[in-house]
């Protein structure tokens, strides 16, 4: 059978124009002799469509859009996701998660997911019913097996033990010679490659083809990463669609392999989904340009980077805003990034206005010494600098913090941490380092002092982050056990660090709650990004 795979960028509620996107799909592949279709899950409305599902028009004009859809398929059949009502009668939630298979002449046949993956950024029993059964369908003579994204992952590749049975194998059970995937999942450093053995150890096992058809695009936190690929009945690869970017393509499943997977390493596919995400979430808000803040400082030279691939040198904006204790080192590797990058610039110090709080709140501060205050007051002086910028000039302001620093409070709230979006805070700062140096690879873009000087908030004179914090390679291993594989402070002690530091970051870690609470959206593309896939109580006395 020959597969054409619509991998399209869908936009959450932009139904009609999803739609069109979806049959223009169709066309191109039915043209290039597809037998049959695949569009993404849940494609008309986006994924993930979150509580726009219970606005009252929200699910009808949906399904207008895919009466729409069926009245243009042709004889080639077209698999695409869609929310499908239940009865307002029937206990349970009101919607499913179904696939439709439309072909002229032929009535709506419907397949409802299985599984309904409820952990980290995933929250479908809030919104669907599962399926309560699962039978092939014939398509051009075969019988095949239908399934939606989680239906076919394995309980090896699950967080854990999550669901008592296997789609597939009921499928296989039931006759069915052929899998096929609509999919919208998303994308975290190495998931792209564990899905792909993932597939293809079910195909191996069962002994049929699969063809899984992933969405790509950013919607608000996740991005989509496509890597759409088919497998043959021994598990070997026939095809991989392009990763980060939309493809529309038709494999036949019946022909000898002759691809291979491949992929471009961790810091190539991070920067193709930070680039991705920033692009979508820039153009599907609404916005054409970007501003941010240029410190000298690496992360600011990465989001730099990132903002000026994803947007064009054209639209990205960076102010460098010297403090008191701003170095001319920093200030002069800003202006080397920028011209490097041949993106616009404004310069606007901070000292004058700094110098007037200061004396506005002397009498106020009297008698205490200066702390963290005063270095809050610049940072927040900045930030008032770039939201201005925002306002006047209609610019996304693009927050520079990273994992590590908001991880441990090492970020300033309403200063740095100002933003409409936070392009790294799901980066940390040993891979910021790794993302740096990769974009180095061919030339010199960040320079090379930005890299190699101790890395600083320049808040006060000779200050160094690890003033204040351990070095980073420590810091981050030690938050990726706490965060990502949720180990406390014995267990972690246990694996070789010493547990009066494992503390103080854990407790550092708890104490900051609250200002990731009320931190800006940001890209996920880790195991466990804070907001979206870590939700812990900000009053509460758990103490590691």
């Not at 890597?227 to 022909?255: H, I, K, M, W, Y």
């Not at 960040?446 to 808040?459: C, G, N, W, Y």
């Amino acid at each position: 059978m020959k597969v054409g795979f619509a991998q399209i960028n869908p936009t959450v509620g932009d139904l009609a124009a999803n739609a069109g996107k979806i049959l223009a799909a169709y066309q191109h592949a039915v043209q290039h002799g597809a037998e049959v279709v695949l569009a993404p899950e849940l494609a008309i409305s986006g994924y993930p469509p979150r509580d726009l599902i219970f606005q009252s028009r929200f699910v009808p004009a949906q399904l207008e859009n895919l009466d729409a859809l069926e009245r243009e398929v042709g004889d080639v059949p077209l698999i695409v996701g869609f929310i499908e009502p239940r009865a307002l009668d029937l206990p349970g939630q009101s919607f499913y998660n179904s696939a439709a298979v439309l072909q002229r002449g032929q009535p709506r046949r419907v397949v409802r997911k299985s599984l309904l993956p409820t952990y980290d950024v995933f929250d479908e029993a809030r919104y669907f019913e599962p399926a309560e059964s699962n039978t092939p369908i014939e398509i051009r003579g075969r019988r095949v097996g239908l399934t939606i994204c989680e239906d076919i992952w394995t309980q090896s590749y699950l967080p854990r033990h999550l669901y008592p049975a296997h789609p597939v194998q009921g499928l296989v059970d039931q006759g069915a010679t052929l899998i096929l995937n609509i999919s919208a999942s998303p994308f975290q450093v190495g998931k792209p490659a564990v899905r792909y053995q993932m597939i293809a150890e079910n195909a191996k096992r069962f002994g049929v083809p699969f063809a899984y058809c992933n969405a790509v695009g950013g919607n608000d936190q996740l991005v989509f990463d496509g890597n759409s690929c088919a497998f043959d009945a021994r598990g070997n690869c026939l095809a991989q669609l392009s990763a980060f970017r939309e493809q529309v393509t038709v494999v036949d499943l019946g022909a000898h392999s002759s691809d291979t997977w491949t992929t471009a390493g961790e810091e190539a596919e991070l920067h193709d989904a930070l680039v991705l995400g920033l692009r979508d979430y820039l153009h599907k808000c609404g916005f054409k340009s970007a501003v941010l803040g240029l410190s000298g400082g690496v992360d600011s030279a990465v989001v730099a980077c990132l903002a000026a691939t994803a947007l064009g040198r054209e639209h990205v904006l960076g102010v460098m805003m010297p403090g008191p204790h701003s170095s001319e080192g920093s200030v002069t590797d800003a202006r080397l990034l920028a011209e490097n990058l041949r993106i616009a610039t404004k310069l606007i110090p901070i000292v004058e206005p700094y110098a007037v709080l200061r004396k506005l709140y002397a009498p106020h501060f009297e008698g205490r010494p200066e702390d963290a205050t005063e270095e809050n007051l610049q940072a927040r002086l900045r930030g008032i600098t770039l939201m201005a910028l925002s306002n006047k000039f209609g610019h996304l302001l693009l927050s520079t913090g990273n994992k590590s620093e908001l991880a441990v409070g090492y970020c300033t709230l309403y200063g740095d941490m100002a933003g409409g979006l936070s392009v790294i805070n799901d980066v940390s700062k040993t891979m910021v380092y790794r993302l740096a140096r990769w974009m180095n690879r061919e030339k010199e873009i960040i320079p090379h002092s930005t890299i190699e000087k101790p890395p600083s908030a320049e808040l006060r004179a000779n200050q160094t982050d690890q003033d204040t914090l351990p070095p980073y390679d420590l810091l981050d291993a030690v938050l990726d056990l706490y965060v990502e594989e949720n180990l406390g402070a014995e267990e972690i002690a246990a694996r070789g660090f010493d547990e009066k530091t494992v503390r103080w970051i854990l407790r550092k870690v708890d104490l900051n709650e609250y200002k990731r609470a009320q931190s800006v959206p940001g890209l996920k593309v880790t195991s466990r990004a804070f907001g979206v896939g870590r939700r812990i109580p900000v009053a509460q006395k758990f103490v590691q």
